[in-house]
């Protein structure tokens, strides 16, 4: 079987000792350049390649959803392993399954809607994930316009919230790489390092080569060819980095003999793990043989390293509710990686995605055999895997200490804790009648805050009383039937003093529906402030601000 992103052959050899090692400590490595968009960062991979029959794609179909992309996604024509978690998406569309366990109707969203990137790099703000690898495959064929199209989309995406991003060419497959991959970046992606998003490291413009050395019929090049494309790149003033076979440094197993000076030509090494790791015990075995002496190589060689973390295949039943994924964490930090690099973002086809991803049954289609992020029986919230990813970052950066026990719950959950904003005073930019702000924190569901009609924006604010760590708010309409779904856009300000505020979440479309309580969680990022303020700017079920709670967690 040939090697590609979606499959990696591990050695037998390798399998078999997995587990059967003591682990030792790895003192930390120095890097080899300072903390820049990479080094010292948290990098996601994202493939932004979904698109929907009737979005507009020039690519006109269901891409990557299903099996037969001219057809509507079944289950007798599917390719994804796990479905994503819809309700923050404004535009969907809806496809051949089931309904939900919830009876609401099987939906997908298509990357090419601005509104979903521009979520999925919220979500990235709120969670940590410093930059954006924008995954480009060969873009010399029908796909081509759809994917220039997604890097304008990312840029903008990245550029509204604050994250960075860069360009990853994959080679797999593209017979005239050498040639049309130059071309490419000087006609098209080269422009996108005007942005001041673009992912900058030592002052230049980051760019990735993944599939240079992997010793199959998809990547057949010789040494001097892949040599002469990473020079190219250094010569436009880029810092390059490898996506490379685990095996890079032995140049065994799935790397092609041969390519040591292609593989120490880059500024930074990112081995691929996806496939060839699945458990804890591969996890250990992968620090010890891989890990440690791929550190201690790097570092002699002047080269960054960027080792990959995978929260593991749902349908593989990999993530133990989060323990693979940390143990990768413990084990890249505690070797001294200079970043590290998620596999990946929104990969619903290999599984391994850390987007946001059904809960349970409720929220996947009837019947289908796709399984939710409980497979193994732990309840675990549709972000669980970004707010694992958030604490991973923070162990990187120094800012919580070096633990092999995963420090992130599951779930979050509002009834054993305490909300902060419960009877704090509150102030607003108008109310009707007696729907003051005050109904927003007095505990009882069925009173609300009601702003002016017909007058955005509007805002509703709440005193915590002192400086207070929230992490996330709670926000709701009443559960009434009477009130049916809405979306209402919603944007998050902090402030120590009540006169100046911060954005802490841009505004963004929250989907309120009465079959999930009317009630939506927003995480915030980390820091104290004392006020608290929800601006609305948009309501499609009524021309004014509504909310019934206002709640804020620690």
């Known amino acids: ?7 990696f052959i591990g050695s037998a050899a390798a399998a078999s000792a997995w587990g059967a090692l003591s682990l030792a400590g790895a003192p930390g490595a120095d890097a080899a350049s300072p903390p820049g968009d990479v080094v010292g960062k948290i990098t996601v991979g994202y493939q932004g390649w979904f698109a929907c029959a009737g979005d507009g794609a020039p690519i006109d179909g269901w891409w990557h959803w299903s099996q037969n992309w001219g057809q509507t996604p079944s289950p007798g024509n599917n390719v994804i392993k796990a479905w994503p978690d819809m309700r923050e998406y404004t535009r969907t569309y809806q496809t051949a399954y089931a309904n939900f366990g919830n009876g609401r109707p099987a939906t997908l969203f298509s990357s090419y809607d601005q509104q979903t990137v521009d979520t999925h790099f919220l979500w990235m703000q709120q969670n940590g994930c410093d930059t954006a690898a924008l995954q480009r495959f060969n873009p010399n064929s029908s796909e081509g316009p759809t994917r220039d199209a997604m890097a304008a989309k990312v840029r903008g ?5 604050g994250r960075k991003f860069y360009i990853m060419y994959d080679a797999t497959g593209w017979a005239n790489m050498q040639s ?5 970046w000087t006609a098209k992606m080269a422009a996108h390092t005007a ?5 900058r490291q030592n002052g230049k413009p980051v760019v990735c080569i993944w599939g240079f050395g992997y010793d199959d019929g998809n990547h057949p090049w010789d040494a001097n060819t892949c040599l002469d494309v990473v020079n190219w790149f250094k010569g436009q003033g880029c810092y390059v980095i490898g996506g490379v076979p685990r095996e890079w440094r032995t140049s065994d197993g799935g790397s ?4 040591g000076n292609v593989y120490r030509a880059f500024n930074m090494i990112s081995p691929w793990m996806v496939g ?6 591969g996890a250990d075995w992968m620090y010890q043989n891989l890990t440690v002496p791929d550190q ?5 060689h002047g080269i960054d390293y960027q080792p990959c973390v995978l929260p593991g295949d749902v349908s593989g039943r990999q993530r133990a509710h989060g323990d693979f994924m940390w143990r990768q964490f413990y084990n890249m930090v505690r070797a001294g990686a200079q970043g590290i690099y998620i596999s990946m973002f929104d990969e619903y086809g290999e599984g391994n995605q850390i987007a946001k991803t059904a809960e349970n049954a409720s929220m996947t289609p009837a019947g289908s055999g796709l399984l939710a992020l409980d497979e193994d029986g732990t309840a675990c919230s549709s972000d669980y895997y970004l707010r694992l990813t958030a604490d991973g970052g923070r162990m990187l950066k120094g800012q919580l200490p070096l633990t092999a026990t995963r420090p992130t719950s599951p779930t979050l959950t509002t009834g054993g804790s305490t909300d902060l904003a419960r009877g704090r005073a509150t102030t607003e930019s108008s109310h009707v009648q007696n729907y003051g702000a005050g109904n927003a924190v007095d505990g009882n569901p069925d009173s609300y805050w009601e702003s002016a009609n017909n007058a955005f924006p509007q805002w509703l604010q ?3 009383g002192a400086a207070t760590a929230v992490t996330r708010i709670v926000v709701a309409v009443p559960p009434s039937s009477a009130w049916g779904a809405r979306t209402q856009t919603l944007a998050v300000s902090g402030s120590t003093d009540g006169t100046a505020f911060a954005t802490l979440v841009p505004a963004t479309g929250y989907a309120f529906d009465p079959a999930r309580g009317n009630s939506v969680t927003i995480t915030v990022p980390a820091g104290s402030r004392r006020f608290l303020r929800l601006t609305c700017t948009g309501n499609t079920g009524w021309p004014a601000g509504q909310l019934a709670r206002f709640e804020a967690y620690s």
């Open 180 to 184: 049309e991959m130059k071309a490419d």
């Open 157 to 161: 995406a990245a550029e509204a919230h």
């Open 1 to 7: 079987m040939a090697i590609s992103r979606r499959t």
């Open 256 to 259: 092609r003999p041969g390519f």
């Open 462 to 464: 709440v005193d915590l």
């Open 276 to 281: 060839a790791v699945g458990d804890i015990a």
């Open 195 to 199: 942005s001041s998003a673009y992912a």
């Open 296 to 300: 201690a190589d790097c570092t002699a």
